[in-house]
């Protein structure tokens, strides 16, 4: 993607500058609207000062990615380079508080995952801005969170598909498939790519035995192999396996391993642990088994809530509502967070709220424009208020999420004893699946 950065505007003026003005010529040959003409069209969405202009190039044509600030928050705007047209929007409002203690990536690793149950991919604290920066990988989705180091509250929450370009660094089938035939030296029987856990799944036949191995996407390493009930750590380059890594943390300390992968770059595995009220993370050397390093952080706070929970769903989707009038995609209660997230379709757009569920107060904001057709055509789909009747007929409780995702609802519900994961077909309300067990 190439990237021009067009013009800095720290007093609300913008500034044009020899390099400026090249970019600013090679950029009419596209018909691109100038920086103070979508400088004026940024400001008719937001109200602020325009600080930050770059003028990006897509697969779909240009675009502009303005930032904004105002006096009670600062605002993300992706424009359409050529028309001015808003494609994306996001807002972060001012709540932070930077005093106190923070509150230790631990428990903003579990805020995230409170919101969406997937695969960390990486976690670390941004020191200059005091956030923690978590991404989670989830079927086919990549999220990507900011959280407050003090507060714990959840300041951005991104949603991105992943596609082969995002995937940057995943090995091919193809080569997946050669690292396992070294291995076993037979016929490819079963041969896929797995994106919850990121792993090539491979099935080898040789002298009428089935070889089982799985393969790193992101590293080309065999993480097992298995022929029957037999399971064999396997190495590429001289490295120990990922389950002899998880074994050596649990030799340590005992507990359940929590999260695991292989930092190619440092060559060490990144392991955590979870025992009693403590989550130790281990640095694994890769190729000697040696711990490197181990750290011990109490997670007895971690499922606290933040604040009372004083407004109900119905009270918080309606503060939604009052905003964007609409079809509501999922409303979520996130209580590490003390948030409610809603999700309304509209015009074309899907627009999504952060809710403070104590005081009522958005402290979020992101619109973008939905890509799913079928989500557009609000009369081709239930209410979500239908699907969460359709879900209580089934399961007795409270309503405590539910989404909307490719054509179907998936609706939680918890009566104190039990969790209810059931999902729903969004056009005719047919039961799909439904899963009930002990709530943790």
């Known amino acids: 993607m190439k990237k021009t950065i067009i013009a800095l505007a720290i007093t609300g003026s913008i500034v044009i500058s020899g390099v400026v003005a090249v970019a600013a010529q090679n950029s009419n040959k596209q018909d691109v609207l100038s920086s103070q003409e979508i400088s004026k069209k940024a400001l008719s969405y937001v109200k602020g000062k325009v600080y930050k202009i770059e003028l990006e190039q897509e697969k779909s044509g240009p675009v502009y990615e303005i930032d904004v600030k105002g006096t009670k928050a600062e605002y993300e705007l992706k424009l359409d380079a050529k028309t001015g047209e808003l494609l994306k929007k996001s807002t972060k409002y001012n709540t932070s508080n930077l005093t106190g203690k923070k509150i230790g990536i631990a428990r903003a690793k579990q805020i995230a995952l409170n919101s969406v149950k997937g695969k960390i991919r990486k976690a670390k604290l941004d020191k200059e801005d005091n956030i923690y920066e978590i991404e989670i990988i989830k079927g086919k989705y990549e999220y990507e969170f900011d959280i407050n180091a003090y507060t714990g509250k959840i300041l951005k929450k991104d949603k991105e598909k992943i596609t ?174 003390n948030l409610y997230e809603i999700s309304i379709s509209a015009n074309g757009y899907e627009y999504e709220f952060d809710i403070n569920a104590q005081t009522g107060v958005i402290v979020k904001q ?71 067990e002990y709530e943790d």
Do not use: C, W
């Not at 076993?184 to 070889?211: C, D, F, P, R, W």
């Not at 890594?245 to 190619?264: C, F, H, M, Y």
């Not at 040696?290 to 011990?296: S, T």
């Open 164 to 337: 082969s370009a995002k995937k940057g660094n995943v090995i091919s089938l193809r080569r997946a498939k050669q690292i396992a035939l070294r291995s076993v030296n037979g016929v490819v029987q079963q041969a896929q790519y797995n994106q919850n856990n990121g792993l090539y799944e491979i099935h080898i036949v040789k002298n009428s035995k089935t070889y089982k191995l799985n393969i790193d996407a992101h590293t080309g390493a065999i993480i097992n192999q298995r022929d029957g009930n037999s399971v064999y750590t396997a190495s590429i380059g001289n490295i120990i396996g990922l389950e002899e890594a998880k074994q050596i943390a649990l030799n340590a300390v005992g507990g359940v391993v929590t999260s695991a992968n292989l930092d190619n770059e440092d060559g060490v595995y990144d392991v955590e642990v979870q025992s009693g009220e403590f989550e130790y993370e281990f640095e694994i050397n890769a190729h000697t088994g040696a711990i490197v390093k181990q750290q011990k952080e109490s997670i007895s706070q971690t499922f606290a809530s933040i604040g009372a929970n004083t407004i109900s769903m119905e009270n918080a989707k309606q503060i939604a509502l009052s905003k964007v009038s609409g079809t509501i995609l999922s409303a979520n209660y996130e209580q590490a967070s």
């Open 366 to 436: 992101d619109q973008e424009p939905l890509e799913n057709t079928a989500i557009n055509n609000d009369a081709a789909i239930i209410s979500s208020q239908k699907a969460s009747q359709i879900a209580l007929s089934k399961a007795k409780g409270t309503v405590t999420k539910i989404d909307l995702e490719e054509g179907v609802y998936e609706v939680e519900v918890k009566d104190g004893t039990y969790e209810y994961e059931i999902e729903i077909d969004a056009k005719t309300g047919d039961i799909l699946s439904f899963d009930k």
